[in-house]
C-alpha cells in the first residue's frame, strides 16, 4: 500500500488524541485511494497478539456530500418499509445500510480477517442517530470476532451495541446483539465534548482503545460461541467498567450502571495486569470489612474506609486506587494470610502511578 504523507501527518496528529498508550501503537499505511487505512496495534512483549483496525478516512474530499445523498436514499428506504412511529431499534437497525465507505472497509476486513486466519480486527462505522441517519462525520470502532468454529463473525461493540449492529446488513455470517443491555465500557455523557476523553490518568477511555483491549484479551481467549459467553469472559469482565458484567467493582463507587472515576489502570494494554487487578478488587471487595476488622493499618487510610456511622464509605475503590504503597503492601499480606493468594509477580504496588 502506498502512504501518503499529508493524510499520514494528519492522522499521527489525531492518534496523539487518543487515549491508548502510545507504544501499543505500531503505525498506519493508506489505501492507495486514501479512503481507509489500517493502524496496527500489538499487545506488550507479544510478536503474535496485534489487531488492525480498518479506519475510515474522514478527511477525504467529497465525504460530506456522499454522505448527504446516502442519508437521502436512507430515508427513502426507512420511509417505504418502516412506520413513521417505529421505535425497535431492531427493525430500523436491519433497515440501515452502510455507506459505500463502510461497505468498502467491511470487504476489506472480513478478507483480511479469514486470508490471515486471525480471531479479531476492528473495524469503522460513522456516528448514527436513533433513526440510522449518517448524523456526523466521527467515527466509531467496534470489534469484528471470529471463532473459528462455527462460520460466524460476532461484532463486539466497546460501548453500546446498537451503534454498530447495522454492520449485520453486511452478510449473513455476521452476528450482532441489537439490544443495548450490555454495555462493555461507558464514560460519562459528553465526555469528548467535555475533554474528558485521553491518555492521562484522570481522562477516560475512547473506543479505538477498549476496542483494542477486547480484541487483545479475545485473540488469547479459547473460542466463545455465543454473545452470553463472549459476554461473561475475562476479556470482557476484567475491562469494563460496567457493575453488571465487572463483580469486582465495589456497589459504592457506582453511578447507576458504571464507575465514577476513570480508574485506567482496569483497561491497561498489559493484559496480565488487569486481570490481576480483576482478582485484587473482587476479593478486597468480599473480604475488606473482616480484613480491617482485624488489622490496624495506618489510621489515616483506616478513618478513609468507614463513615461516622462506622459503614463502609462510599469511595472505597476510589481510596483503595490511592493508596500508599506501605498500605498496598499490608492488605496484599493480609489477603495472602487468608490463603488468598491471588497476585503474580508482575502486580506491585508500583502499577498504581501508571496510566
Not at 10 to 28: C, F, L, M, Q
Not at 127 to 139: A, H, M, N, Q, Y
Not at 187 to 208: F, H, Q, T, Y
Request: net charge negative; charged share 30%; aromatic share 10%.
Amino acid at each position: 500500500m502506498k502512504r501518503t504523507s499529508d493524510y499520514d501527518s494528519i492522522h499521527k496528529e489525531a492518534v496523539k488524541k487518543r487515549s491508548i498508550t502510545p507504544d501499543t501503537y505500531k503505525g498506519v499505511e493508506f489505501s492507495e485511494d486514501t479512503i481507509f487505512y489500517m493502524d496496527e496495534y500489538q499487545y506488550k512483549d507479544s510478536v503474535t497478539n496485534h489487531v488492525m483496525h480498518f479506519g475510515i478516512n474522514t478527511y477525504i474530499k467529497g465525504l460530506a456530500e456522499e454522505i448527504d445523498e446516502h442519508n437521502k436514499k436512507q430515508k427513502e428506504i426507512s420511509e417505504s418499509k418502516l412506520t413513521s412511529n417505529t421505535n425497535n431499534h431492531k427493525a430500523i437497525s436491519q433497515n440501515t445500510w452502510l455507506t459505500k465507505y463502510e461497505a468498502l472497509i467491511a470487504e476489506k476486513a472480513l478478507n483480511y480477517l479469514h486470508e490471515n486466519k486471525l480471531k479479531t480486527v476492528l473495524i469503522d462505522v460513522f456516528e448514527r442517530d436513533k433513526s440510522g441517519i449518517v448524523s456526523s462525520l466521527e467515527t466509531h470502532t467496534a470489534v469484528l470476532y471470529n471463532n473459528g468454529t462455527n462460520n460466524r463473525i460476532f461484532v463486539i461493540d466497546p460501548s453500546n451495541p446498537q451503534f454498530s449492529s447495522h454492520i449485520a446488513n453486511f452478510h449473513a455470517s455476521i452476528q450482532v446483539d441489537y439490544s443495548d443491555k450490555m454495555k462493555i465500557y461507558q464514560p460519562p455523557e459528553k465526555a469528548n465534548e467535555k475533554g474528558l476523553i485521553g491518555s492521562k490518568a484522570n481522562k477516560w477511555r475512547d473506543c479505538v482503545d477498549i476496542a483494542v483491549k477486547i480484541a487483545f484479551g479475545l485473540n488469547k481467549s479459547p473460542a466463545l460461541n455465543d454473545f452470553k459467553a463472549i459476554m461473561s469472559s475475562e476479556a470482557v469482565q476484567t475491562i469494563s467498567n460496567s457493575y453488571k458484567l465487572n463483580d469486582s467493582i465495589p456497589d459504592e463507587i457506582q453511578d447507576k450502571s458504571f464507575v465514577k472515576i476513570p480508574f485506567r489502570i482496569q483497561q491497561k494494554s498489559n493484559l496480565k495486569i488487569t486481570e490481576d487487578l480483576y482478582k485484587f478488587s473482587k476479593t478486597v471487595k468480599q473480604n475488606l470489612i473482616e480484613i480491617v476488622e482485624k488489622t490496624e493499618l495506618e489510621k489515616g487510610y483506616f478513618e478513609t474506609l468507614f463513615d461516622s456511622d462506622k459503614n463502609l464509605c462510599t469511595k472505597v475503590l476510589e481510596n483503595l486506587y490511592h493508596i500508599s504503597k506501605g498500605t498496598f503492601t499490608q492488605l496484599h499480606k493480609e489477603l495472602e494470610d487468608k490463603q488468598l493468594e491471588i497476585l503474580g509477580k508482575g502486580f506491585t504496588p508500583d502499577i498504581y502511578d501508571e496510566v
